[in-house]
């Protein structure tokens, strides 16, 4: 079950919950798909100044947004560059209780390959153009 936690101000809501992330050649595919015109009916913006890295989110919509994500005592603004594509892919983060992937780089410099960890996730109060 996913636990809310309350900031005051400007988070609109942040979540704890587990981080997995993709291996390196999805993370690869997946930005230069999400990069080139005409891939797929989710574009990643051009503009990605302040973001370092990336997180697969459950749902589509979220493409292009930016969520600030901890874990033990990091903090990275993450854009949302991929969704779970299939139903099966949205029972096993809902089951257990994942609340995103981050990029093979991302879960590189975090030491976290190959294992999911604990975090937060906060969506910002105003979404990302």
Sequence with gaps: MLSTIALPLAA??????LLSQYAQRPTDETLRNRSTPGRTAYM????????DGYIAALSCRDIGQVWT????GRTARLMVYDCAGD???RAWMQRGNVL???DYYTARDWGI??????????????PTP
């Design 12 to 17: 609109a809501s942040c979540v704890v919950g």
């Design 44 to 51: 990643l913006p051009e503009d990605r100044q302040g973001v």
């Design 113 to 126: 390959v190959g294992r999911a960890v604990e975090g937060v996730v906060c969506r910002d109060a105003t």
């Design 69 to 72: 994500v901890h874990w033990q």
């Design 100 to 102: 995103g992937e981050v």
């Design 87 to 89: 139903a099966r892919t």
